[in-house]
């Protein structure tokens, strides 16, 4: 009988993938980056707990084009400065990959906001312009002009929270306790430019991102960069506390009226 590919993989093929992906090479990408200070009250809007505000209320948006290997990927995240506990870090709101390849491993394994969507950087001469569209709508957009070479950064740690769950099989609630995900990663630099600009950011009913406007931009940056991740669950998340917030994750704004029945979870 030919192979059925649909089929189980023997022990040895499951171990030579394994081995195969812990010896990826370096993957890089090109993106720019645009942090600005936002409304406080809306950064702890957004914040399901046990997250909480830092004490600065940044937004960071970055948007990429990511060299793998015979399939550019453009990807894209809006995320603000959170806190977990002494551990700081950021709470992507959303993030836009260019194919499916991109999301399954991020939202499955990790809890990832990710979905389909269109993200480009573009750069002619000096002019930059980069931006994240859903839907037909360019919800964010970040142009400007490169003015010079910055110095480059020593290696640096970044963690980012996530919320790992499942929706119930019969719409109500959670099948089992959410997760809280610190993903970790350790980013490299080759390349570092600054850029004079401006973030536009335009209503969207899928992706409201236009709630946390532009009130002090900080910086905006063209580089080149790769890194690593590894992601631990930090706790067992309270369901009826994350429930409310669950909109964020789908499509579908009616989303944010679901309530479990009583006495469930």
């Known amino acids: 009988m030919a192979r059925v590919r649909y089929g189980a993989r023997t022990e040895a093929e499951v ?20 942090l600005w200070e936002t409304d406080p009250d809306a950064v702890a809007a957004v914040l399901p707990p046990p997250l909480g505000p830092t004490g600065r209320p940044l937004v960071r948006v970055t948007v990429s084009n990511v060299e793998l290997p015979g399939h550019p990927l453009g990807a894209g995240s809006f995320a603000v400065a959170a806190a977990h506990g002494d551990t700081e870090g950021w709470y992507p709101l959303v993030m836009p990959m260019t194919h499916e390849r991109a ?20 750069r002619d001469g000096p002019v930059v312009r980069a931006s994240m569209a859903r839907h037909g709508t360019a919800f964010v957009e970040v142009r400007g002009e490169v ?41 490299r630099v080759r390349a570092l430019e600054a850029v004079t600009g401006e973030v536009v950011l335009r209503e969207s009913r899928y992706d409201p ?47 944010v009226l679901d309530a479990p029945p009583e006495g469930s979870v």
């Open 147 to 187: 003015r010079g070479a910055l110095p480059l950064p020593e290696p640096a740690r970044r963690t980012d929270f996530y919320f790992k769950f499942l929706p119930a099989v019969d719409g109500s609630g959670f099948d089992g306790d959410p997760l809280l995900v610190h993903c970790v990663r350790h980013e």
């Open 103 to 122: 999301l399954t491993g991020g939202r499955e394994v990790f809890g990832e906001p990710k979905k389909l969507g269109e993200v480009t950087v573009e």
């Open 15 to 34: 171990t030579a993938a394994r081995t195969a992906s812990a010896k990826l090479p370096d993957i890089w990408s090109t993106g720019v980056v645009a």
């Open 209 to 255: 991102v236009a709630d946390l406007p532009v009130l002090r931009l900080v910086e905006i940056t063209l580089g080149q960069k790769t890194s690593d991740q590894r992601g631990r669950v930090a706790e067992r998340v309270d369901p009826r506390a994350l429930l409310p917030y669950v909109h964020q994750r789908y499509d579908d704004p009616r989303q």
